[in-house]
């Protein structure tokens, strides 16, 4: 688009090498680009893809998710009644603090499950991760590009309940558990 805007400023159309007054070539620039673009809306394909997920997209996608500081103060900090029964997936963190996140989510009376993102690990088993647990938290110091981008697309695409971490501390992991606490409780 910018080298075709280039070349209507410049007076050249693409299509030959005869120069026009530059407001007919601008105008002969932008009707073609116009009809590519018509062109491609209206291509076969896009009416009969069927994308599932494209179809949640439009009707649930979350614009935005807060990240969590240790600072962050948080409404309702009853997380004991909140998180019975719930699954919550920790993407990333530090493995040393492993134990200390399932402690405060066994307290809360959820269940953890963890994904560290190490070479053990692929994207697949955290797609399927995704799809098991009821919330996700992400420390977002201590994760890879991948998985990072997996959860937030995951979570604003299906609606999922997730708390994005500045730091993998415990702390404000603490924090998180709460934040999803009061998600639940709306």
């Known amino acids: 688009m910018k080298f075709l805007m280039k070349l209507a400023l410049d007076g050249i159309t693409p ?13 002969n620039v932008l009707s073609g680009c116009l009809r590519v673009a018509e062109n491609l809306y209206n291509h076969p394909f896009c009416g009969r893809a069927s994308w ?13 998710m807060p990240i969590i500081k240790a600072t962050t103060h948080i409404q309702n900090s009853d997380v004991h009644s909140n998180l019975r029964g719930q699954s919550i997936l920790c993407v990333g963190g ?27 690990d692929n994207i697949e088993k955290l797609h399927k991760l995704l799809e098991k647990t009821d919330m996700v938290i992400c420390p977002v110091d201590c ?22 971490l ?15 606490a009061s998600m639940t409780a709306k």
């Open 166 to 180: 500045d730091r993998s501390q415990t702390a404000v992991f603490k924090k998180g558990i709460e934040k999803l």
């Open 143 to 164: 994760v890879n590009h991948e998985a990072y981008f997996t959860v937030k697309r995951y979570c604003q695409c299906s609606g999922k309940h997730c708390a994005l």
């Open 52 to 64: 599932s997920l494209a179809k949640r997209v439009q009707k649930q996608e979350i614009k935005w």
């Open 94 to 120: 530090q493995t040393k603090h492993y134990p200390i996140y399932s402690d405060l989510v066994e307290a809360a009376g959820g269940r953890l499950a963890i994904f560290h993102g190490d070479s053990n």
């Open 15 to 27: 299509s030959s090498n005869a120069s026009h007054p530059p407001s007919s070539s601008i105008g």
